[in-house]
């Protein structure tokens, strides 16, 4: 459709999502943004957060840990390490990751912007599990 | 002429064979299946991410103080090859076929006096190299603990190839596997990973890097994130183009053996019919023989 954005997820292991959507709500490593039709140019980072898709009254939810963001002539291009549906937000998968995030804070010799985003991945996966 | 039962156990025991060869041709099949499927999966993404990164590449206006994985560090001096292979044998011209590729690669570099490091993934590479460059290898990676490659596998290696580059054990990297064109042809490929060489596509595609993006943080910052993923991904398309090129190289040549072998079959059961009537001939004349001498 012409008054949407296309948003395709990509994982390394499959294409997760395509589909035509009204805005995406990613968080970006600066801010959360809300990205509409017509939307400049952008690259971008996220972190840790989860990447809501609005088409209609619907929305799609999902997680994920961190990837990099494209948009350009109203195509939207996530490119994700690992993606989470809603309904896997229990998943075991979930904890390793969280407990990978633990590992890598106890070590002392990480930079501060690692620290804030293992934080990061830690709260979210909090957040879902509450 | 060989004995009826040294004919008869030679025909079990290639039957035999066959029957293993047959088996084995089914799973590569079945396995094949599923690598093909795993890389073609894993297609979009690493595509994306290249053009993202050409995008970018062209937007780097200050070459000094770009990151040294895309520009490299000037130098041309030691080289790091790392080999994809397989752990298991029975594969055809499959690893015969990368290693050739790599030792031509290795003795132009050699012929040239610079210096050579080699990290070999895989068992059966470094079987058919150490004999050879024993001194250039610095490290070797088996995959016999997992059954389908990780991500986290090629992240590993991709860690160990930037620590390495950081504290400038070597200047250019090169990275040997198989693609996977169909199952009766894989081509042996070399393809340079440090510093980034990025194909340029079709017109479109430089068109669309045209349009002014907004960057957050800085395209610097974003060049020094998405590189070292960028390698990590075409290492880990590399394993899993090698690993649909080793299930298919292993089913034509399960196919040819098995083919092969009911040809040998053949063989085996005419002899062992020709040689059986030529000893019943053999009795019947003399049982002739010894009732007309009497």
Not at chain 2, 2 to 15: D, G
Not at chain 2, 42 to 58: G, V
Not at chain 2, 100 to 128: C, P, T, W, Y
Not at chain 2, 138 to 146: A, C, M, P, Y
Request: with cysteine; charged share 25%; hydrophobic share 35%.
């Amino acid at each position: 459709m012409a008054d949407n954005i296309h948003l395709e997820i990509v994982t390394p292991k499959q294409v997760a999502y395509s589909k035509a959507v009204d805005s995406v709500v990613i968080s970006g490593i600066e801010g959360d943004m809300e990205i509409f039709k017509d939307h400049i140019s952008l690259i971008t980072f996220l972190k840790a957060g989860k990447i809501i898709a609005k088409a209609g009254s619907n929305a799609d939810t999902f997680f994920s840990t961190g990837g990099t963001v494209e948009f350009s002539n109203n195509k939207l291009s996530i490119l994700l390490d690992n993606f989470f549906n809603s309904s896997e937000f229990q998943s075991e998968e979930l904890i390793k990751l969280k407990q990978n995030a633990e590992k890598k804070l106890s070590n002392k010799e990480i930079s501060d912007e690692e620290i804030y985003l293992n934080n990061q991945i830690i709260d979210q996966i909090n957040n879902l599990k509450s | 002429m060989a004995s009826l039962k040294f004919l008869r156990n030679r025909i079990s025991s290639v039957k035999s064979t066959q029957k293993i060869t047959k088996a084995m041709k089914m799973v590569a099949a079945a396995k094949l299946r599923k690598a093909q499927q795993n890389a073609e999966n894993a297609r979009p993404y690493s595509e994306k991410l290249n053009s993202i990164i050409s995008n970018l590449k062209n937007s780097v206006t200050d070459m000094d103080s770009a990151p040294k994985l895309l520009v490299g560090n000037q130098r041309n001096e030691t080289h790091l090859c790392v080999v994809l292979s397989s752990d298991r044998g029975l594969c055809g011209g499959f690893n015969t076929n990368i290693c050739r590729k790599a030792k031509v690669f290795f003795e132009k570099i050699l012929s040239e006096k610079k210096n050579l490091k080699i990290i070999v993934v895989g068992s059966k590479a470094n079987d058919q190299l150490k004999r050879k460059y024993n001194q250039y290898i610095i490290d070797r990676i088996s995959l016999k603990d997992e059954k389908v490659v990780s991500f986290g596998k090629a992240q590993e290696i991709t860690d160990k190839i930037l620590n390495l580059f950081t504290r400038n054990e070597f200047d250019i990297c090169t990275l040997f596997y198989n693609q996977f064109k169909s199952v009766i042809s894989q081509i042996p490929q070399a393809q340079q990973l440090i510093p980034v060489s990025i194909e340029q596509k079709s017109n479109q595609q430089s068109l669309s890097s045209n349009s002014e993006y907004e960057y957050e943080p800085d395209e610097n910052d974003i060049l020094e994130n998405l590189l070292p993923k960028n390698i990590a991904t075409q290492i880990y398309t590399a394993f899993l183009e090698n690993q649909a090129s080793e299930q298919g190289s292993r089913m034509t040549a399960m196919d040819n053996a098995t083919r092969n072998a009911g040809d040998l079959i053949a063989k085996l059961t005419i002899n062992y019919n020709r040689t059986r009537q030529a000893v019943i001939t053999k009795e019947l004349i003399e049982i002739i023989s010894g009732a007309e001498s009497l």
